[in-house]
């Protein structure tokens, strides 16, 4: 009897282990899941994306915004990627930046843009270090899923 | 005796576990190991970043139908003979005839569904069906495609929700397994055939056709399909790279840059490049589109 409770145990312990690595790493789907979409009138982009971060790490979407939409940017995160945030960046040499969220104080994971000339934006998405340096950390907090959800709509603004 | 028999099974079944858990362990030591690689690489790059070091860049682009969004206007007429026959589907062999015509039949559908011609629309997503058997991704459409289309026929609403559904679905599906090179070819096959079905319509150039125009735009979404598919499909670069390098030699005036925010907060991002093209040129990228469009429908 006691033999089969530590086999139960055993199992347990490796369905649980098998779970946490996987689980980490897993992020599909997360922008579609978990970003709160403005929906009606926007629709959504197929420039979307969802990606695993790491504390610390920045990253860049490369996207073509069309002249007569208006596009809406939101960011969403696990909760430990905290304080994360980000830039919209002209594709130039010097990548000249046009936005950055975290100066907003509000609002500062979503914005609503629209371009006068078609043109291809860089969306950095960044996740500050935090104040603990990175070996203090959790190993596993310092990974988590972030969503970039692109929505798009013809501009409102023109016509009748 | 069957007290001996019965310790020998359970003694077997704990080397069996001993040997799952030490598989397991190792598994898992592996798993950190990489992380630990690739936490050391990231860190490298946050604390190099003054220093310029190359990032990883992901490379988007527009659906077709936000392509089709984008140059439909109210003259343009459905023009159905441009679309490649959705019956010939399953002659298609190999998997990059297969996933370039995958991306073909979904930019068809985007702009039947655009044109709500939505009879011909069954026949489409058939076809897209078929070939994402073909390709073994079914399992993207989490319940059987042609069903939720036969359910939603006459509702012109919920056919365009399905078909812009269908190509999130493929290319989340394509990421989620790993396959981007797929869906570097699918994604070529569907940029290729928005583009020639936005030429089919311009007979003859003029500097002030605003077809041309937002065809000249695709410009920045066919550089980001060529850096994704450097980066993810070797196979068709050499196609990509020869449609690339017709719009970056598009002549342009530059005007510098602007940002305001309306009163609502919002961000207007103004200047710019005014992009052209002379009409030889034009003739030249026209022909170019069009022979690789025929080069992908071809059954060989």
């Known amino acids: 009897m006691r033999s089969l409770i530590a086999i139960k145990l055993i199992f347990a312990i490796i369905f649980m282990f098998t779970l946490t690595v996987n689980g980490q790493k897993n992020c599909d789907k997360y922008v579609i899941k978990n970003c709160e979409a403005f929906g009606t009138p926007f629709k959504y982009s197929g420039q979307s994306k969802s990606a695993l971060f790491e504390v610390g790490q920045k990253s860049i979407l490369s996207i073509t915004a069309f002249a007569g939409f208006e596009y809406r940017i939101s960011l969403c995160a696990e909760k430990n990627m905290k304080g994360i945030f980000f830039r919209i960046r002209e594709n130039d040499t010097n990548r000249t930046l046009l936005y950055d969220s975290s100066i907003e104080e509000e609002d500062f994971l979503e914005k609503m843009f629209y371009v006068k000339k078609t043109k291809d934006l860089l969306i950095e998405v960044v996740v500050p270090e935090g104040d603990l340096a990175l070996d203090e950390q959790d190993y596993k907090k310092r990974f988590g899923c972030v969503g970039v959800l692109i929505e798009y709509d013809k501009r409102s603004d023109l016509g009748f | ?300």
């Open chain 2, 1 to 300: 005796m069957n007290h001996i028999k019965q310790y020998t099974i359970m003694k077997r079944k704990l080397v069996f576990i001993m040997g799952i858990v030490l598989f397991q362990i190792s598994f898992i030591a592996c798993v950190n190991d990489t992380k630990k690689d690739k936490t050391q690489t990231n860190l490298i790059e946050f604390e190099d970043e003054a220093q310029e070091v190359d990032e990883k860049i992901f490379y988007r682009f527009p659906s077709p139908d936000e392509i089709f969004k984008f140059i439909k206007s109210s003259d343009l007429q459905y023009n159905g003979g441009s679309l490649n026959p959705p019956m010939i589907f399953n002659k298609y062999a190999g998997i990059k005839n297969q996933a370039l015509n995958l991306g073909i039949y979904i930019s068809d559908l985007a702009y039947i569904t655009m044109f709500e011609q939505h009879e011909a629309s069954l026949e489409y997503f058939m076809a897209i069906h078929g070939l994402s058997e073909e390709l073994k991704i079914s399992a993207a459409f989490d319940e059987p495609l042609v069903t939720r289309i036969s359910e939603n026929i006459g509702n012109a609403d919920s056919l365009v929700v399905i078909a812009s559904d269908a190509y999130t679905k493929i290319v989340d599906y394509l990421v989620e397994h790993e396959q981007e090179d797929i869906l570097a070819l699918v994604s070529a096959g569907a940029l290729v055939e928005s583009l020639n079905l936005i030429v089919d319509y311009v007979d003859s150039y003029s500097d002030d056709n605003t077809l041309i125009k937002k065809l000249l735009d695709q410009k920045y979404v066919v550089n980001n399909l060529t850096q994704y598919v450097k980066q993810n499909n070797k196979e068709i670069i050499d196609d990509v790279e020869k449609l690339n390098v017709l719009f970056s030699n598009l002549e342009s005036v530059d005007t510098e840059t602007t940002v305001e925010k309306t009163k609502s907060n919002k961000l207007v991002i103004g200047g710019g490049s005014e992009l052209s093209i002379s009409p030889e040129n034009f003739e030249k990228l026209k022909e170019t589109i069009q022979s690789l469009r025929a080069k992908y429908i071809k059954i060989e």
